[in-house]
C-alpha cells in the first residue's frame, strides 16, 4: 500500500492571564471550546484516521485537494491514505478496523446497505460504466452463453446487471468471470473474454490496444430507473467512537467538494500530482461525472433526494440478489453530521 501523511495541525496557545479573555474567542479548530469563558481548553487529541481511496479521479481528486490545500492540518487532523484497487476490499478493512473511511462506487453501495459501514458523504454521480464488447459483437442479446469479465461487487457488475435484464437476459445467460480491474483490462485487450463490465478511464487503456471495440451499454441508458452515486464510507466503530474527528473529517471533504467544483482543471493537475499518472486521463475521468458543491448536497440530503437515490439502489440489488429487501437509507447515511459539519 501507498502511505500519504499529513501532520496533525494542533496549535498550543501560550498566554499570560491578562490575555485570555481575548484569546479565548480565538480558539483553534483542534481545540475544544473554552468550559467557562476564563480561558481555552486542552487541544482536542484526534486518533489518526485511515482513509482509504482507489487511484483514479474520482476516488482520489479530494484528498489530493485535501493535502494540497492543507486541508488535514487546518482541521487538527493527521491522515494515512492507503490505495486499493476496489471498493468491497475497503469495506473489508472497515470490517476488519483496518481502516476509518474509505471511497466505493455505486457498484458496492449494497455493502453499507447490508450493515458493513455507513455512507459518510456522497462524492460523484457517475457516467463512466459501460458495457463494452469485441468487435463483431453488436447487441447485448449476443452475449448470451459469451464470457463477460467484470470487477465483482463493483459499479461494472452493476451494469452488466442491468443491461442483461434490459434485453431479459440475466447473469445465468453468460459466463461471467470474476476479475480485479487491471485483469479484465489485460483479459480483453488479448481476447481471453468477449465482453467486459467496465468503467473509464480503464476503458481508455482498453481503446488503445482494441480500437473497435462495441460499447453496448452505459449509465445514462438507466438514469431513469437508478442514479449511480460514488460515496465516502466510514466505519461505524469509528464514527461512534470519534465524533469530533468524524465532523473534522466531514469538514474537510466538504472544503474540497467546493474547490473541486470550482477548480476541475486545477484538481485534475493535483490529481495527477498525487498518483503520478497523466493529467489527460485523469482529465477524461472528470467528464464522466457530475460534482456537487456541498451546499447542493446539503439541499439534497434535506429534501430526501440522497435518501431516494439510496433507496433506488437498494431495490435494484434486492433485485440483483444482493439484499433480501430494501434498507432505510436513514440507517447508513450521515446526512445529518455532514450538513452540521458546515455549519
Not at 168 to 182: F, H, Q, R, S, Y
Request: glycine share 8%; net charge negative.
Amino acid at each position: 500500500m501507498n502511505i500519504r501523511k499529513s501532520r496533525r495541525g494542533i496549535v498550543a496557545v501560550a498566554v499570560a492571564a491578562a490575555a485570555a479573555l481575548a484569546l479565548a474567542a480565538c480558539a483553534p479548530a483542534a481545540q475544544a471550546p473554552a468550559a467557562d469563558g476564563e480561558g481555552a481548553a486542552p487541544a482536542v487529541e484526534f486518533p489518526k484516521v485511515r482513509f482509504g481511496y482507489i487511484a483514479d479521479f474520482n476516488g482520489a481528486s479530494l484528498l489530493a485537494i485535501a493535502d494540497a490545500e492543507g486541508l488535514w492540518d487546518k482541521h487538527g487532523l493527521e491522515v494515512e491514505t492507503p490505495v486499493f484497487t476496489n471498493g468491497p476490499l475497503q469495506i473489508q478493512a472497515l470490517g476488519t478496523n483496518d481502516l476509518d473511511f474509505g471511497y466505493i462506487g455505486p457498484g458496492a453501495m449494497w455493502l453499507p446497505a447490508s450493515g458493513q459501514a455507513e455512507v459518510a458523504a456522497i462524492n460523484s454521480l457517475g457516467n463512466a460504466d459501460r458495457v463494452i464488447a469485441q468487435p463483431g459483437i453488436t447487441s447485448l442479446k449476443d452475449l448470451k452463453g459469451k464470457k463477460i469479465a467484470v470487477p465483482e461487487g463493483t459499479s461494472g457488475d452493476m451494469i452488466l446487471t442491468m443491461a442483461l435484464k434490459s434485453v431479459g437476459l440475466t447473469i445465468n445467460d453468460v459466463e461471467k468471470v470474476a476479475m480485479d480491474p487491471a485483469t479484465v483490462v489485460a483479459a480483453f485487450a488479448s481476447q481471453q473474454v468477449d465482453a467486459a463490465g467496465i468503467w473509464y478511464p480503464l476503458i481508455n487503456t482498453i481503446e488503445a490496444q482494441v480500437p473497435d471495440l462495441e460499447i453496448l451499454a452505459e449509465n445514462e441508458d438507466f438514469s431513469d430507473e437508478v442514479a449511480f452515486p460514488s460515496a465516502f464510507v466510514a466505519n461505524p466503530s469509528f464514527t461512534k467512537a470519534n465524533p469530533e474527528a468524524t465532523e473534522a473529517v466531514l469538514a474537510v471533504l466538504r472544503e474540497a467538494m467546493d474547490f473541486r467544483a470550482a477548480n476541475i482543471d486545477e484538481t485534475v493537475e493535483l490529481t495527477a500530482k498525487m498518483l503520478k499518472g497523466d493529467a489527460a486521463g485523469f482529465a477524461s475521468d472528470a467528464k464522466n461525472a457530475k460534482y456537487l458543491t456541498a451546499a447542493e448536497l446539503d439541499a439534497l440530503t434535506e429534501d430526501g433526494t440522497v435518501a431516494t437515490w439510496l433507496t433506488s439502489l437498494n431495490e435494484y440489488f434486492v433485485s440483483a440478489g444482493k439484499l433480501d429487501k430494501p434498507t432505510d437509507a436513514s440507517t447508513y447515511y450521515l446526512g445529518e453530521q455532514f450538513v452540521s459539519a458546515g455549519k
